[in-house]
């Protein structure tokens, strides 16, 4: 673990690797840094560095009192600075969950910065079209549900159901999730329900791929489908039969191949047509 002082407030990372290829990761709602790190052991490490940061109130990164300094916005602009004090450009961002739509906001702001985008069974970028009331009751209803689901020793957002527990990086993982403050919660969920990036996104020039599992309780597949129309034309897709909301975490082998082909095969290729183009 390593920690980066930003303007206002200290993040907590995870790194492997020391190679040229980078690969930076963001968590999700409940989760942690620690969701990533099977893929992460599974990188070669001469060939990739990968960063897996926890997001404010995550892990032992710093933890502010108000719902409103936590979100999509705000975690899309610390990772922003995370790149810039770590002289970060020209790397492929991963998010997975609530997650998927913190890296969407990153790379709606800040393209130049990114050779590919992976979205993980994502958020919508575009959030819900409910009242204020109504996304507050939600909201309301979803913290007490979290509540009963830590009462009984769940890990939360389905990572328990298929996890062993016994293990040392789910020990982890699920302390993480048990330990996330409401106040996290509270904001990421007000600010996912929120979060309106419609055109934006489909105007991205870096590849793009959105992975998915097609059991996904919390997002269904319906859901993924109806979020990747909304990418640029040529967005990749990939679909596991029989996974849930983790393949990082429950297929850690199988999202790393996918993870590969993208970076080390599709990128390039874009890249090459993009220059011949320009010849």
Do not use: C
């Amino acid at each position: 673990m390593a920690f980066t002082q930003l303007a206002s407030v200290r993040l907590e990372h995870i790194q492997f690797g020391h190679g040229p290829q980078r690969v930076l990761l963001i968590h999700g709602f409940q989760a942690s840094a620690r969701i990533w790190q099977r893929a992460q052991e599974l990188l070669p490490a001469e060939r990739y560095t990968t960063v897996a940061i926890n997001n404010r109130g995550a892990g032992q990164s710093d933890a502010p009192p108000n719902d409103g300094d936590y979100g999509v916005e705000v975690f899309a602009n610390d990772a922003f600075e995370w790149t810039q004090l770590h002289g970060w450009s020209d790397f492929t961002l991963v998010g997975h969950s609530l997650g998927g739509a913190t890296v969407a906001q990153f790379a709606v702001d800040h393209p130049e910065l990114l050779t590919g985008l992976v979205l993980l069974d994502p958020a919508d970028p575009d959030g819900r079209d409910a009242p204020a009331d109504a996304i507050e009751k939600f909201i309301a209803e979803r913290m007490e549900a979290r509540r009963r689901q830590r009462a009984l020793g769940g890990g939360g957002d389905g990572i328990d159901s298929r996890s062993d527990v016994t293990d040392p990086v789910m020990r982890a993982l699920v302390a993480d999730i048990d330990a996330a403050p409401d106040q996290r919660l509270r904001g990421s969920l007000r600010s996912m329900l929120n979060v309106r990036l419609g055109r934006r996104i489909k105007d991205l020039p870096m590849p793009v791929l959105l992975m998915g599992g097609d059991a996904d309780a919390l997002i269904p597949i319906q859901n993924m489908l109806a979020t990747w129309a909304k990418y640029p034309a040529g967005t990749g897709l990939h679909i596991w039969h029989g996974l849930g909301h983790s393949p990082n975490l429950d297929a850690p082998a199988q999202f790393v191949d996918v993870l590969r082909q993208f970076i080390e095969v599709t990128i390039p290729a874009r890249l090459r047509r993009l220059s011949a183009q320009a010849d």
